[in-house]
């Protein structure tokens, strides 16, 4: 099979693509042929090393992948050959990632993916989708009825939770950078966008929800607490998940005053079972329509450096050139 890999932390051209032998799963596992993976921040900061995890060597890259069940190890009771499946959470913690034709994932990492979802939709929800359930329902527990205000709507998580806040009654506002990608979110389910380049965050959250937001999701790797604290109700929550290196300042006392409460978070702790409620959600919402991919850019697993240079530029530069989702299409000679 080929795979992209590594074999050091290094740039985007550092990925590698070639033969590689291919995996056998283990007991517990699944083995999956892979027709989408999907890339996100998490994989760039992994392959260039500003997050030291454990690597197998060498290492393939990426969390996110669907496919089909190709065989299962001893000990699988829920997945048979040929089932359509997806499964996220890889690449991570020691375990090798998804940008390879096939690959070898536990059993408690891997759901089932409905007929009708292609499997580039399924990639592009997965790590994000899990995400924003966990955040949504987990942490902030948002209820029918509340505000949300989202920055980032159009990116890979904000698309997630503009979507989910929607579905789930809320009242979502949120930023994006440009009129294409204020229609994105308009398009997912957004009341009001806000075009953060030109118009005032706080003046259109304030005429938004007078009394302050209930729910603020923030995905800026610089948080801003003195907005956040300003725009949120009482006893509103915010969710945090981005930013390892941010310190900003923090307004304590309109925040406890306000009785409000800070929700920090990785997806890829979250346990199996918690993994498995947001998952089988993300399925029947990708069935029913009531979810659905923002996929901005595709390429082919020959392109895996340059998926990474995008993703890369897009965190780290904030080159607006993503509207959503990277994908790696990969065994298209193939495809069922
Ligand atoms: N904790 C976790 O479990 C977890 C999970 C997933 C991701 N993350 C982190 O969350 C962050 C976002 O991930 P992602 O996959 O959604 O990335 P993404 O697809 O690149 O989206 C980033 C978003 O940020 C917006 N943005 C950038 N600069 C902005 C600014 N100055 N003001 C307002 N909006 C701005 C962009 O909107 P415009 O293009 O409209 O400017 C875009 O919508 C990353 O740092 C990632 O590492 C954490």
Same mark, same amino acid.
């Given at each position: 099979m080929k795979a992209a890999f590594i074999t050091? !932390? @290094? !740039? /985007?051209?550092?990925i590698q693509v070639a033969e590689q032998p291919d995996p056998t799963p283990g007991p517990g596992q699944v083995l999956i042929r892979v027709y989408a993976s999907a890339v996100n921040p998490i994989d760039t900061y992994i392959r260039s090393g500003a997050i030291a995890m454990d690597l197998p060597q060498p290492f393939v890259p990426g969390c996110d992948a669907a496919g089909v069940v190709e065989s299962v190890g001893l000990g699988v009771k829920g997945f048979a050959i040929g089932d359509r499946v997806w499964c996220t959470n890889? @690449? $991570? $913690?020691g375990r090798q990632g998804t940008l390879a034709e096939l690959i070898t994932v536990d059993e408690g990492w891997v759901f089932k993916l409905p007929e009708p979802v292609p499997y580039e939709d399924a990639a592009a929800c997965a790590l994000v989708g899990v995400t924003a359930h966990l955040g949504l329902f987990r942490e902030a527990q948002l209820t029918p009825g509340e505000s949300i205000l989202i920055i980032g709507g159009s990116g890979g998580v904000g698309s997630m939770v503009v979507q989910m806040a929607a579905a789930k009654g809320a009242r979502v506002i949120t930023t994006a950078g440009s009129e294409a990608k204020a229609q994105v979110c308009r398009d997912l389910g957004a009341e009001e966008v806000i075009l953060y380049k030109e118009e005032s965050i706080a003046e259109k959250t304030k005429a938004f929800a007078p009394d302050g937001v209930n729910v603020f999701w923030e995905t800026r790797r610089e948080p801003d607490f003195d907005t956040a604290v300003d725009l949120l109700a009482g006893r509103g929550r915010m969710v945090l998940m981005a930013g390892r290196d941010a310190r900003p300042a923090f307004p304590v006392g309109p925040f406890y005053v306000k009785e409000c409460s800070l929700h920090g978070f990785v997806?890829?702790? /979250?346990?199996p079972t918690e993994m498995k409620t947001a998952a089988e959600d993300i399925s029947d919402w990708l069935a029913s329509g009531k979810l659905s991919a923002n996929i901005s850019a595709r390429f082919t697993l020959e392109q895996a450096a340059q998926a990474h240079a995008l993703q890369e530029s897009a965190t780290l530069e904030d080159s607006s050139q993503l509207a959503g989702k990277i994908i790696v299409n990969l065994n298209t000679e193939s495809l069922p």
């Open positions: 050091e !932390p @290094g !740039p /985007a051209d550092s890889q @690449g $991570l $913690l997806m890829f702790k /979250a346990s």
